[in-house]
């Protein structure tokens, strides 16, 4: 009786035949359900970090691409960024005061090269240094007193990103205008004896440039 | 291979018929009432120990003074702590109750962050945030692996202090699913006594990246 039970169960026409289909639309239900979930996986992982690099050797240029948004939308934005060096600094990027760092750190200058469009908007970005384990140190104004912008040159910064209403009254014309190319060599503090991997360079996440130190 | 062993249709190995119309009905009913109780059941096994918030509530981590207490974004020490009635920032203030200082060495992991959330929290439950002109905690950017000091200041009532715990995190607006210290502070009914009757103005150290020589420091 059990016997036949099993047979009639593997073999007659019953509950799988009678939800064949079910059972193979039950696979992209959930994939489905997956992907309706997950609309939040974008929002506070995906575009909160450092997720899609255009990379670069140290020496070559990079033509990095991507888009920015002010008040009027989305913009491209395009600028060429090679790096240079990175050798160990004594005094922060714009003075020629010695470094006051505490004990276990050391600094680094990193010299960049960049190209754009003198109205590109370019100083809202964020640029630090990785090792090889990942761990990611960033450019800190404090040190050295440094300026602002890391990627623009501090005396003729170029245009900021439009903000509506709140450049009425405001000089946004970013005068005097940026040059066509030009050289930063901004100043990182980092615990001694740490190896850079490469240094990274972003404005609107998740795309960075990653600039592997040789 | 015997012809009894050929894969076939085979009939059912009883008879099959058609249930009558009401006994189907009632198969439905007991299938949605069966439904229903496992929702039921699900919510009673949630609310049974009156938590139902409990999956928004931080990881807490406990820890005593001068020991490290080890959170995902960062190892955070509560190195000292001490009390008076007045306080030096905003060019000095005073309090009927406690001025708590605490000053915390922070080394973050991985990444650069600002270990922004503080506070104290009583034995009665009263939390006592850091976040304003008067009871503050700002530390400032900590690069990984490179100390940052920087102070706790909690305006309290004198009993709020015996057995108060600090805590620390990392998003003043939003602690839910994350790790937060939870450092005993050691405190008693002496200290919270004297405290509210000390007029000695205790220094309120900047964060910075070396560590403040201020009274009260263990390190």
């Known amino acids: 009786m059990t016997t036949a039970a099993i047979r009639h169960a593997l073999y007659a026409p019953g509950w799988s035949r009678r939800n064949r289909w079910g059972l193979v639309a039950l696979p992209f239900a959930l994939a489905a359900a997956l992907v309706a979930s997950s609309d939040r996986v974008q929002v506070y992982f995906w575009d909160e970090g450092l997720h899609r690099p255009q990379r670069a050797t140290q020496g070559a240029w990079l033509a990095f691409s991507d888009s920015y948004h002010d008040s009027d939308g989305e913009h491209p934005l395009k600028v060429r960024i090679r790096l240079d060096s990175v050798a160990p600094a004594t005094t922060g990027w714009t003075s020629t005061t010695p470094l006051d760092l505490p004990p276990g750190t050391t600094a680094v200058a990193v010299s960049l090269s960049l190209e754009a469009d003198p109205g590109l908007p370019l100083s809202v970005c964020r640029l630090a240094v990785r090792d090889a384990a990942g761990n990611r140190y960033a450019y800190l104004t404090e040190v050295g007193g440094q300026p602002l912008s890391p990627c623009v040159p501090p005396d003729a910064p170029g245009p900021f990103p439009k903000s509506g209403d709140v450049d009425k009254g405001r000089d946004a014309s970013g005068a005097p205008v940026r040059p066509r190319s030009w050289t930063v060599n901004p100043v990182i503090m980092l615990p001694a004896g740490v190896d850079i991997e490469d240094v990274v360079l972003w404005w609107e996440l998740p795309d960075y440039a990653s600039l592997a130190v040789s | ?219």
């Open chain 2, 1 to 219: 291979m015997s012809s009894d062993d050929a894969t076939r249709r085979v009939g059912p190995a009883f008879p099959t018929i058609a249930l009558p119309r009401r006994r189907r009905v009632a198969r439905r009913a007991g299938a949605g009432v069966l439904v229903i109780a496992a929702l039921a059941a699900g919510r009673a096994v949630t609310t049974a120990y009156q938590d139902d918030t409990g999956v928004d509530e931080p990881y807490l981590v406990s820890g005593s003074l001068g020991r490290p207490v080890a959170l995902r974004y960062a190892d955070v020490t509560a190195t000292g702590v001490d009390g008076s009635t007045a306080v030096s920032p905003n060019l000095g203030m005073t309090t009927t109750g406690v001025w708590l200082v605490v000053p915390l060495k922070i080394v973050t992991k991985g990444e650069p962050a600002q270990v922004r959330y503080a506070a104290v929290r009583d034995t009665r439950g009263r939390v006592f945030v850091a976040d304003g002109s008067r009871s503050q905690y700002s530390p400032g950017l900590a690069q990984p692996g490179i100390p940052r000091y920087a102070s706790v200041l909690v305006e309290l009532p004198p009993d709020a202090v015996p057995g108060a715990h600090l805590r620390v995190a990392l998003d003043p607006l939003d602690q839910r699913r994350d790790s937060m210290a939870d450092i005993d502070l050691g405190l008693t009914e002496t200290q919270a006594r004297e405290w509210a009757t000390r007029k000695d103005k205790l220094p309120v150290p900047v964060p910075a990246n070396t560590p403040p020589q201020a009274p009260g420091s263990t390190t």
